[in-house]
């Protein structure tokens, strides 16, 4: 299946959702968790997605209730140990399956690590937290885990830049590799979000995961990050399809839910089922509109691209 250049255009998506929206409505309206047939693929919310029920776990137990699988949470490394072990108490007793979190949090005032630098510092404190990562990863149960390569270092050709990342690279998958996980290096977009990072597109992405050759570093493609860097986004995903390890939803413009912007996800879920995708797609993004209309907009959202 091929689609054209940058834009994936969204048509249908707004009406294919309003009797899914209505549904939706409809279970809210009922009272408690709807008990919900569960997703065809593992959408995973996080927190925020469903801020009007409650702190953390409530959202989990209503995520569950409206048959989402997976869930996802960025910050679980910097929550305390009694809050990550409650997380994945309660994602066990649903059923669900956890997603990424950040093992390597970049400082991102600072323009920090410069991983292809000439200065190892920023690798071995890089290779440090990917070390420190693996204990929460196992109080989690989660099997990926999401790094960033870092920013451009204007001080060093960007070919030597590309080497050094991928010797890096290739040193913290051979320490994840061993426990069964997987660090996923997640690209994002220079034009609106994150000027001057390293990795800007999931082709790059796949040159350094084929450079570091070993099981423990793939690509998370965010098709929010890619849609606005570099766009063709079914023909991207099949050609780096053996690299990539996670994949991440948010439409563009605004990262809100599908159905808010140019691409259009009832084309591309039907793509990841035809390819038997069976991994975590999270959620990353917020809600277009606020409170518990947003929420169950956000349900329909992901109803009306997921039965299509």
């Known amino acids: 299946m091929s689609l054209t250049r940058r834009t994936v255009i969204a048509t249908g998506l707004a009406a294919a959702a309003a009797p899914a929206l209505s549904a939706a409505r409809t279970g809210a309206a009922a009272g408690e968790g709807s008990n919900a047939a569960h997703f065809s693929l593992g959408y995973a919310p996080h927190e925020g997605s469903f801020a009007s029920r409650g702190g953390l776990l409530e959202q989990i137990a209503f995520a569950a209730d409206q048959g989402f699988r997976a869930w996802e949470d960025n910050e679980a490394a910097k929550r305390p140990v009694e809050q990550q072990e409650a997380m994945a ?109 390293f990795m800007q597109s999931i082709a790059q992405g796949y040159a350094v995961a084929r450079g570091a050759n070993g099981p423990g570093v793939k690509i998370l493609a965010d098709l929010y990050h890619e849609q606005i860097q570099s766009g063709n986004l079914i023909p991207t995903l099949e050609a780096c399809w053996a690299e990539i390890g996670y994949i991440q939803f948010g439409d563009n413009p605004g990262r809100k839910e599908p159905g808010t912007g140019e691409i259009n996800y009832a084309t591309i879920t039907r793509w990841l089922r035809a390819r038997g995708y069976g991994g975590v797609i999270g959620m990353e993004h917020g809600n277009s509109v606020p409170g518990r209309e947003g929420e169950e907009r956000l349900i329909a959202a992901y109803r009306a691209i997921d039965k299509t």
Request: overall charge positive; aromatic content about 4%.
């Open 89 to 197: 108490r309660a994602l066990a007793q649903r059923g669900m399956t956890m997603g990424v979190f950040v093992a390597s949090m970049p400082k991102w005032a600072d323009f920090r690590p410069l991983l292809g630098s000439n200065d190892d510092g920023d690798r071995e404190a890089f290779l440090a937290d990917i070390r420190a990562s693996i204990a929460v990863a196992k109080r989690l149960g989660a099997r990926h885990m999401t790094v960033v390569t870092g920013f451009m270092d204007r001080k060093v050709p960007e070919a030597i830049q590309t080497g050094r990342i991928i010797d890096c690279m290739r040193r913290a998958g051979d320490i994840v590799a061993p426990h069964g996980l997987t660090l996923v290096m997640e690209p994002l977009n220079t034009r609106t979000n994150h000027p001057g990072v």
